[in-house]
């Protein structure tokens, strides 16, 4: 395989001493710099309203480095290169005069990538500054989750930006689409005939995706409670792994074939209407628990809170895709805050064989699972029945796995963080695992007939308590159905 070639680019971060830039953002860039990955006449430019000396803010990310770096990838030579890159300068986004402060040191030779790591109501003036600055020619805006609340308010948004960008120099970041064992969907579906012609309703009888977090609100009550569970995981992150499940084999894997197809999946949702939603859909909101054996306060309780909140830190639904595909096959979806335990996960159902020969007792053990394992441990694990070994054992059956561990069977490979990935693809001009703008307004038109749904209704999100795995009515919502969630203890 030919190495990896990046053009050396000017790489305008806006909110540069946030707490996604400082955790995140710098953290991939270094990484980046220290694979070799960044050419030699890359620079960085740190943009922040923080006023004062730059050598205290460049401090300020040098530190974030040597916090959020593991200490056996940092070494003195990388974070003096990667320093040598950065410059500071401070701006107030909304005014038109500092963006000619920018201009005189945006080098005119190299493409401008402006990663706006601000609140999505500034995108439009970012863009706008940009354009009057004589910056938007040829630069690539990258634009962070999330966009609106709303159908309505994403398309304000995405408005903006379109005036002054077109859609190829628009990338649009939902973080899940630069994980490996993600990038890995589409090489295992489309390379390989033994899963692609079992992958339909003929085969798999449900699909479940989990994505449960330990951690609470972590000081974001402010954003958080406007937005809930359903905006803020569910709309984007759960909904493209949906995608990326049941689309369509593209015709290629450029990005617009790519995104073409799960456009596709989005359109063919079944919409849930008010009088299916308690069959469907639960919500719930943490109280007071224990995680990781450790007590922790209810959402009600967590600092700055409103106790009258009615927002939702739980949802599990039912998904149906009406196409011939997936016609009859449930998608259940579950995400939530304190649950008992931080993983992300796909699991593929099988179907059972049509006639069974064993020992009748042993029937319950019968369901082939691909179990795809975004976090902690990324890797796939396909279950499978065998004989188990011994004279005396006759034909008893045993279910084990067929097991990828990416940590283990690659262990000279350091598995890159997300942003990591999607980085490199911007300075690349790659827009295969960013999301398009119909994407985003297919998926905000089906969540918002579940938030309308629930205010037409009344619907109060039921308590679960922190440790567990959300409410009881979430186990009912797919025991309902005659099944039950993979892995629950």
Known sequence: MPAITVDATTFALFGALGDLALRKLFPALYQLDRAGLLHRDTRILALSRD?????????????????????????????????????????????????????????????????????????GAICENLAAAGLADQARVVLEKPIGHDLESSRVVNDAVAQYFPETRIYRIDHYLGKETVQNLIALRFANSLFETQWNQHHISHVEITVAETVGIEGRWGYFDQAGQLRD?????????????????????????????????????????????????????????????????????????????STETFVALRADICNWRWSGVPFYLRTGKRMGEKVSQIVIHFKEPPFYIFAPEQRSLISNRLIIRLQPDEGISLQVMTKEQGLDKGMHLRSGPLQLNFSQTYKSSRIPDAYERLLLEVMQGNQNLFVRKDEIEYAWKWCDQLIDGWSRMGDAPKAYPAGSWGPVASIALITRDGRSWYGDL
């Open 233 to 309: 995981m569910i709309q984007n992150h759960l909904l493209q792994l949906l995608c990326l499940i049941a689309m369509d084999p593209p015709s290629d894997l450029t990005a617009d074939s790519i995104r073409d197809e799960k456009v596709k999946v989005l359109k063919a949702l079944a919409p849930i209407t008010p009088e299916r939603i308690g069959q469907q859909v639960v919500r719930g909101q943490y109280v007071a628990g224990s995680v990781g054996g450790k007590a922790v306060p209810g959402y009600l309780e967590e600092e700055n809170s409103n106790a009258e909140s």
């Open 51 to 123: 006023i004062g000396d730059s050598a205290v803010h460049l401090d300020r990310i040098e530190q974030a480095l040597r916090r959020y770096v593991p200490a056996a990838q940092l070494d003195e030579e990388t974070l003096s290169r990667f320093g040598a890159r950065l410059e500071y300068l401070t701006m107030d986004f909304r005014n038109a005069q500092d963006y000619t402060a920018l201009a005189q040191v945006v080098s005119p030779d190299l493409p401008l990538i402006a990663y706006f790591a601000t609140p999505a109501s500034v995108y």
